[in-house]
Each structure stands twice: as structure tokens, then as C-alpha cells.
């Protein structure tokens, strides 16, 4: 018997079963993205790939059985939205940032400076390089290209995130950087 054919002939399309269950659950899946922290321009990403492995499960093994309270779907949603949000975070850890000295040569020119001075300004660049590897990998990723002279208007755009929200990141990550600078 084929899945959804007309009629009673064979089984009833998984298919809105699962978006039924996707739309009753979507405030705990947004939750659950929220709780785990996932960047703004990756939840759309978590989200679809939540709603794909639901959708899968529902076409493989047809609806869940309905349950007067709701609370294994509930744990249900909210496991496979844990799942994929581990699986972002472990990927967006997993990918090699650029870090700011292969981004741009900021070396120092040699010039008439002191052996003293060229070497505190090394140092200088070494702690400031230091303190931006430290920082959470959104703002870590904003910092440097606010580094390379972008504007924030451009930076948001590069995230897709709005003009605020860069400016909230950067502000925040420019206050972590001198509590870390002025306090190593």
C-alpha cells in the first residue's frame, strides 16, 4: 500500500503529523536552541536541521502515538533539538577561526624605533592577540574583523545579524578585553 493515497487505501502521510508536532512544539525547540546558546545566524540552520530529523523519524516509523499529556513528546522535541544544537557547537568548534596575524600583517615596521620599544609593542600585540582568542567565538569572530577595520555595519552584514546586536557584541567583548588587558 502506498503512503498517502487518497482515500483509507494504505497509511496517512506522515508528513503533516510531523509538521503538526514541529508547530505544537515549537516554543520548547526554540527554547532549547536559546539554552544551548547558538548564534543568531546559525539557529535557522539548528532549526531546519531539527525539523528534518523529525520529519525523517515521522516518514521511518509514522507518527508518535497520541498521549493525553504530551510529556514524552515534549522530551522528545527537546532531545533531538539537544542533539543538533550539540552537533553545531561541535562543528563551529571544530572549524579553524583565522586568527588576527594571518588575517592582517600587523607587524611592526622597522624603523629608527628602540630594540625596547619594538619589543613592547610585541608584547603588546601577543597579549592583545592572547585576549581575543579568550573571548566567546561570536564575539572572538566580531573582534577580529572590527580589528581588520571593518565598520560595524559591515560586520553585521557579514554575520547577518542586525547593526544592533553587532554593537552589543562588540561593546561587550571591548569591555572582556579591558578587564583582561588591564587585569591579565
Known amino acids: ?9 494504505g ?8 509538521l503538526d508536532f514541529l508547530t505544537r512544539y515549537d516554543g520548547a525547540i526554540k527554547w532549547c536552541i536559546n539554552a544551548h546558546s547558538i548564534p543568531a545566524h546559525q539557529r535557522a540552520d539548528v532549526r531546519q536541521e531539527v525539523s528534518l530529523r ?7 516509523y509514522g507518527p508518535l502515538q497520541p498521549e493525553p499529556d504530551g510529556g514524552q513528546h515534549l522530551g522528545y522535541a527537546v532531545m533531538v533539538t539537544r542533539n543538533c544544537c550539540i552537533r553545531a557547537i561541535r562543528q563551529r568548534q571544530a572549524k579553524p577561526s583565522a586568527t588576527i596575524s594571518e588575517s592582517a600583517d600587523l607587524r ?7 630594540p625596547d620599544a619594538q619589543l613592547e609593542r610585541r ?7 592572547m585576549a581575543v582568542a579568550s573571548l566567546p567565538p561570536l564575539a572572538r569572530a566580531v573582534m577580529q574583523q572590527m580589528l581588520l577595520g571593518l565598520s560595524i555595519k559591515e560586520v553585521a552584514d557579514h554575520f547577518e545579524i542586525s547593526p ?7 561593546h ?5 578585553l ?3 588587558l588591564v587585569h591579565p
Request: contains cysteine.
Open 1 to 9: 500500500m502506498l503512503r498517502g493515497a487518497p482515500g483509507e487505501a
Open 11 to 18: 497509511r496517512s502521510c506522515p508528513d503533516q503529523a510531523a
Open 54 to 60: 523529525i520529519i525523517t523519524r515521522f516518514r521511518k
Open 108 to 114: 611592526v615596521a622597522s624603523d629608527e624605533r628602540q
Open 123 to 129: 608584547q603588546a600585540h601577543e597579549r592583545l592577540h
Open 164 to 170: 544592533g546586536n553587532a554593537k552589543v557584541i562588540v
Open 172 to 176: 561587550r567583548a571591548r569591555q572582556l
Open 178 to 180: 579591558r578587564k583582561r
